[in-house]
């Protein structure tokens, strides 16, 4: 549908603000978060989308805010509810319990092969006889061959791994529940990331405070390239801590700095393994941006 005309008093607010929305005709209780759902107009009362977007799972492009949702608006279809403007959606998931599309958070039972319920099934209690594994984000991908050593399921997205037990992991909403929270925990995002946490021998960096957590930081090291003495573990590096900032990844204890050498990947200094292109004059990587595959149209030699 068209989006809705604003009055000249009433400008478009910013994509993703969190304001109060028009007094127009929705009158109805307001969401608890009333983010703005940017180009998205309610077609039962014309006006904009803030909080949860209800949308219909049978007609292509028909919406309504909570207020029109919660008078009956459009009960003849299942409507589907977005809590966030940046909640996509699990293309070819469906929940089993309501039929609809699953947007946001997805719960995969860990028992049956095949069974998802979507946020609101999951909130009202549905399938309670299994557990579910918790994946965030459809871009989350599965951990292959790790368990979560509490709730048994298998780890999408971030995998937490202990730093002194020899093999015990964590999915997200275990870690955040605070299990096995007497250990100090490295943050792996993928396969890559396991292996590079193999290479550094998930180390102790001796004498290095996370200023994240003002825990330890064991394995890969993020220190900032700014400011003279600002450090992170790999869990609070994944949480999008100190983002303003390029952090050089450091591996190892051992690892030292390239004096004089910036990474023409991410801009920050290089420690341990220098990548320097054979056919560029002036071109180096560090071992992160060589990993994430910078410059691979030429070969490159490693300086230690």
């Not at 050593?149 to 997200?172: A, M």
């Not at 320097?276 to 030429?298: A, F, M, V």
Request: charged share 20%; hydrophobic share 20%.
């Amino acid at each position: 549908p068209p989006i809705g005309a604003y009055p000249p008093s009433n400008p478009v607010p910013a994509v993703g603000t969190t304001v109060q929305p028009p007094g127009d005709q929705c009158d109805g209780p307001k969401p608890v978060d009333n983010q703005l759902h940017p180009m998205v107009t309610c077609d039962g009362c014309k006006g904009p989308v803030f909080g949860i977007r209800y949308k219909c799972s049978v007609c292509p492009n028909y919406d309504l805010c909570s207020s029109c949702k919660s008078k009956g608006g459009h009960a003849e279809h299942k409507m589907t509810a977005i809590r966030n403007p940046q909640d996509r959606c699990h293309q070819g998931v469906t929940c089993d319990a309501c039929k609809g599309p699953v947007y946001g958070t997805r719960f995969k039972c860990i028992v049956c092969p095949d069974y998802d319920l979507c946020h609101d099934c999951k909130q009202s209690g549905c399938h309670m006889e299994h557990k579910m594994t918790v994946i965030r984000s459809p871009q989350d991908r599965c951990h292959q061959g790790v368990t979560c050593d509490e709730c048994k399921g298998p780890v999408y997205g971030t995998r937490f791994k202990c730093n002194v037990c020899s093999n015990y992991d964590l999915c997200r909403n275990c870690k955040e529940n605070s299990y096995h929270s007497g250990h100090p925990m490295t943050a792996l995002e993928n396969a890559q990331d396991a292996k590079s946490n193999e290479d550094s021998g998930n180390q102790l960096h001796p004498g290095v405070r996370c200023d994240g957590c003002n825990g330890s930081v064991y394995g890969i090291r993020y220190k900032c390239s700014v400011c003279p003495n600002y450090d992170l573990c790999s869990s609070c590096k994944s949480n999008g801590g100190h983002m303003e900032h390029i952090m050089a990844a450091i591996k190892s204890p051992q690892d030292h700095v390239h004096p004089r050498v910036t990474c023409d990947g991410c801009g920050g200094p290089v420690y341990g393994t220098r990548y320097k292109c054979i056919t560029c004059s002036d071109y180096d990587l560090c071992w992160l941006c060589k990993r994430n595959g910078h410059h691979p149209e030429h070969h490159m030699r490693t300086i230690e």
